[in-house]
C-alpha cells in the first residue's frame, strides 16, 4: 500500500525528550535497529514508510530507514543527549536543530526574540523533508506548553507551516503543565499565551497531562516518584496508539483526517480527551491480561484520563476507540453497546452516540526496562468530552491569580509580549470555557 507520510515535529526539552521515548518504541515496532538498519526478519508487512524514510546504503549494503522528523530546540543539551546516545545514527543530524541559549521559560523568548533565530533554519529543514514526501499527510507537533521553546517556537513554527502548507493536516500533542512536577511558577502565562496564539493552527490538539499522568505512574504502575522518563515512556506508548493505525495496515484503520472527522464538531473544540487501557505494572507478569470488555468499559473511569478531569461531569459528543493486538470486532461491538446502555455516561443528544473504532492487529510493543506490562491487547481511546474544559479552567484560575497582581509580567513585555496580548489570550480561553459549556448544552 503506498503511505501518506507524516512529518513529526518536536519543539522544546519536553518534546526531544519525548521523541527519544517514542522512537525507540517505534524502531521496536518496526523491526529497526537503533542505527536505522532494518532487522533480519523484517518482511516489512506495515506502513513504516508512513514515519521513515528508507533508502539503500551502497556503502554498508544495506537499507537505512531514518525518521521523518525535525526537532528543534533553543539550547542543546535535551538534542546533544540524543547525539551522543544509542540513538545517534538513526537521526538525520541536519534534523536536529539546536540554539545556544535557553528561553527561560518565557513564550515571549521563544515566539519572539530567540525563536526568530531558529525558526529559518527549522521551516528550511521541514522543507526538506516534505520534498521527500510523495503525499504528505499532515505534521504532528509534540511539545509542552508550560516551558517556552515548546509553548513559543512551538507556536511560531505552527503559525509558519499554516502559512506554506495550508490545509494539510496540523494535529498536536501538547504537555499539560503540573505544579506537582514542575517548579516553573509562570507556566499559567506560557499555557494561556501558547494557547491562544495557537488556536488557529491546530486542527487536533491531544492534552497530555503531567499531573494525570504522574499520578498513573504512582498509583496504577507502581512507580511512586516518576522521572520524565517514567512518564515518557507511558506517553510513548499512548502516542504509538495513536499512530499506529497510520503506521501499520490494519484491519481497521484511522488516518489523520478521519481522527479531525470524528473528533472536532467545530473548529475551536479541538482538545480531544485521550485514555489508556491496561495500565498494569510490570511486575504482574503477563498474568494480567484483561479482556476486551474489561479495557474497553476502563476507557470511561475518571482514573484512566490522561488529562485530570472527570468526563462523567461532563457529556461525550464523539468518541475514537483504538484497539490494538487481540480485539475482535464482535467483541469491540459487544462492549460498546453495553456502554452506550449505562447511564452513567452522558452524551449529548444531538449527536448520535457514534464511535469510531480502529484496530491493528500487532499487540502493543513494551520497552526492556519500561513500568507497563506486556498485554495482548490495549486501547486507547480519544474523545470530545465537555469535561475538559476544567482543565482549561484551573489554568485560567491559576492566570488570575498571577495577574491580579501583575506579577512576573515584566519579563514577557521585555521579551515582546504585551499587556494586551495576555489579555486577549485570557479572554479567548475563557470563550474557549465558554465554548465547551455550549456544546454540552440539549
Ligand atoms: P522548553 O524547552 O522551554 O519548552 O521547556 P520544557 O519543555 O522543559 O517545558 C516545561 C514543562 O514541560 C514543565 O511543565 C515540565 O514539567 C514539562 N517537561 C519538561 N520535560 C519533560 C519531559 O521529558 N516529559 C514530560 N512529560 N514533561 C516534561
Known sequence: ARSREVIQLYVGQAGVQIASACWELYCLE?????DGTMCQDNDMDNDSNAFFSCCYCHSTKHFKCVPRVILVDLEPIPIDEIRTGCYRQLFDPATLITGKEDAASNFGRGYNTLGCELIDATLDRIRRVSENCDCLQGFITTRSIGGGTGSGLGTLIQEKITDEYGKTCR??????????????????????LATHFSMDYSDCCILLDNEAIYDVCGCSLD?????????????????????ASMRFSGAINVDMQEFQTNLVPYPRIHFPLCTYAPLIPATKGSLADLSTQQITQ???????????????KGKYISCCMLYRGDAEPTEINFSIRDIKQKKAIRFVDWSPTSFKIGINYQPPTCVPGGDLCTVNRAVCMLSTNSAIRCAWQ???????RLSKRSAFSHHFECEGIEKNDMMEASENLLALIKDYEEVECD
Not at 512507580?223 to 499512530?243: A, D, E, H
Open 30 to 34: 518496526h523491526g529497526i535497529h537503533a
Open 171 to 192: 494535529h498536536e500533542f501538547n504537555i499539560f503543565p503540573s505544579p506537582k512536577i514542575s517548579p516553573i511558577i509562570v507556566e499559567p502565562y506560557n499555557a494561556l
Open 223 to 243: 512507580v511512586p516518584n516518576p522521572t520524565y522518563t517514567n512518564l515518557n515512556r507511558v506517553i510513548s506508548q499512548v502516542i504509538s496508539s495513536c499512530t
Open 298 to 312: 476502563s476507557c470511561f473511569h475518571p482514573h484512566t484520563q490522561l488529562v485530570k478531569c472527570d468526563p462523567r
Open 394 to 400: 484551573r489554568v485560567y484560575n491559576k492566570y488570575k
